[in-house]
């Protein structure tokens, strides 16, 4: 069943693991439908569905509909991207290479960019005064 107009507000939320998220749906009459959806940072494929389950069943209004995620602290685990880390090492030999710099790359020049920059000559005519 479509609904033709609508005014009113929905919460839903919940726990997985050390997640915890909640959706918010506000909607106010309006001529067509006009939907926002406010997603966090990441999440941007979640709107196609969340659009189109809104054109299923409401006909028109002005519908608002919120995703919040909040992550407890301490439980994050970092994990390595070894197939990125490889290639970002391949990159920047293959660029050290094409500009005859004769450092080796490593993880700190990567991380800070500085395997590529060389001295202008006016920083190495200060440091020399040093």
């Known amino acids: 069943m479509t609904l033709k107009s609508m005014t009113g507000f929905a919460?839903?939320?919940?726990?997985?693991g050390n997640i915890s998220w909640f959706w918010e749906v506000r909607s106010v009459n309006g001529r067509s439908l006009d939907v926002r959806l406010r997603l966090p940072s990441g999440l941007e494929?979640?709107?196609?569905?969340?659009r189109s389950l809104c054109q299923e069943k409401l006909a028109r209004g002005n519908c608002t509909i919120s995703l919040?995620?909040?992550?407890?602290?301490g439980q994050?685990?970092?994990?390595?991207?070894?197939?990125?880390?490889?290639?970002?090492?391949?990159v920047a030999e293959r660029a050290r290479a094409l500009t005859e710099l004769r450092?080796?790359?490593?993880?700190?020049?990567?991380?800070?960019g500085v395997w590529w920059?060389?001295?202008s000559p006016r920083r190495a005519r200060r440091s020399k005064r040093r």
């Open 45 to 50: 494929r979640l709107e196609a569905g969340a």
């Open 11 to 16: 919460r839903a939320d919940g726990v997985h």
């Open 68 to 73: 919040g995620i909040k992550r407890e602290a």
């Open 103 to 112: 450092r080796r790359v490593s993880i700190r020049c990567l991380a800070c």
């Open 76 to 90: 994050t685990e970092i994990k390595l991207n070894e197939a990125a880390l490889e290639q970002a090492f391949a």
């Open 117 to 119: 920059r060389r001295r």
